[in-house]
């Protein structure tokens, strides 16, 4: 038996940042927007578009969040895309989608792990408990400091600059301006993102590889 569960209190918006790792294969990471009551956008092709343009700015850096978020991937790697999912309450899907193509913003050194190394990104809130907790998964490929584990200054770039992306989008104007929240669709609920934290121990994801057509198969049909 299948029970349906009503999402009372899903979020806004669901925010995919999608890129490619070397020219293969792809990655994704996303995270959730609630915007205000009265001020949701309900065009997520704008959305898509005001996380590209906040991508683009520097926040608090020297450099641009985009190039921060990748700070830690080769240069064969990078971000192709941002996808704004647009939720409403009491529905289990999207209502619409949307999407932006964005500035590429390229790793800095040539790759020295397998694409499946990534770093983790931990959303925490002020409750406790893995429902009360999100994660993102950012591309690392550069060689490690030692140890196996990444540089403390590209661990300071990749934090800062989701910090900066996600202050943006709570502080500044704009189609996609709201709070960053952890969703549990387990226990319908939202809470607000009040610290990121990254550390230098390397993770795994799952990645996927590029769409392509299989030129040969073969199949054994001699077992009876």
């Known amino acids: 038996?299948?029970?349906?569960?009503?999402?009372?209190?899903?979020?806004?918006?669901?925010?995919?940042?999608?890129?490619?790792?070397?020219?293969?294969?792809?990655?994704?990471?996303?995270?959730?927007?609630?915007?205000?009551?009265?001020?949701?956008?309900?065009?997520?092709?704008?959305?898509?578009?005001?996380?590209?343009?906040?991508?683009?700015?520097?926040?608090?850096?020297?450099?641009?969040?985009?190039?921060?978020?990748?700070?830690?991937?080769s240069n064969g790697d990078g971000i192709d895309r941002v996808r704004a999912y647009r939720y409403v309450s009491g529905s289990n899907t999207a209502l619409s989608a949307g999407v932006a193509s964005s500035a590429a913003y390229v790793g800095p050194a040539v790759r020295a792990l397998p694409n499946q190394c990534c770093l983790v990104a931990t959303l925490q809130t002020a409750n406790a408990g893995r429902s009360y907790r999100g994660r993102m998964y950012l591309p690392a490929g550069i060689a490690t400091a030692g140890s196996g584990l990444m540089a403390s200054a590209t661990i300071d770039s990749v934090a800062n600059g989701l910090?900066?992306?996600?202050?943006?989008?709570q502080n500044n104007a704009g189609a996609a301006q709201g709070h960053v929240v952890v969703w549990s669709p387990t226990k319908d609920a939202?809470?607000?993102?009040?610290?990121?934290?990254?550390?230098?121990?390397?993770?795994?994801?799952?990645?996927?590889?590029?769409?392509?057509?299989?030129?040969?198969?073969?199949?054994?049909?001699?077992?009876?």
């Open 1 to 73: 038996m299948v029970i349906s569960v009503t999402w009372v209190n899903v979020p806004t918006y669901r925010i995919v940042i999608e890129g490619h790792l070397g020219g293969s294969e792809m990655f994704a990471t996303s995270f959730w927007i609630q915007q205000a009551t009265g001020s949701v956008s309900t065009d997520p092709n704008a959305v898509a578009s005001d996380i590209v343009a906040r991508l683009a700015t520097n926040g608090t850096g020297a450099t641009t969040i985009g190039s921060r978020l990748m700070a830690a991937a």
């Open 190 to 224: 939202t809470t607000f993102v009040k610290v990121v934290r990254v550390d230098n121990k390397l993770d795994t994801q799952r990645r996927r590889n590029a769409k392509v057509v299989a030129s040969y198969s073969k199949s054994y049909a001699g077992l009876g």
């Open 163 to 169: 910090g900066d992306l996600f202050g943006s989008i």
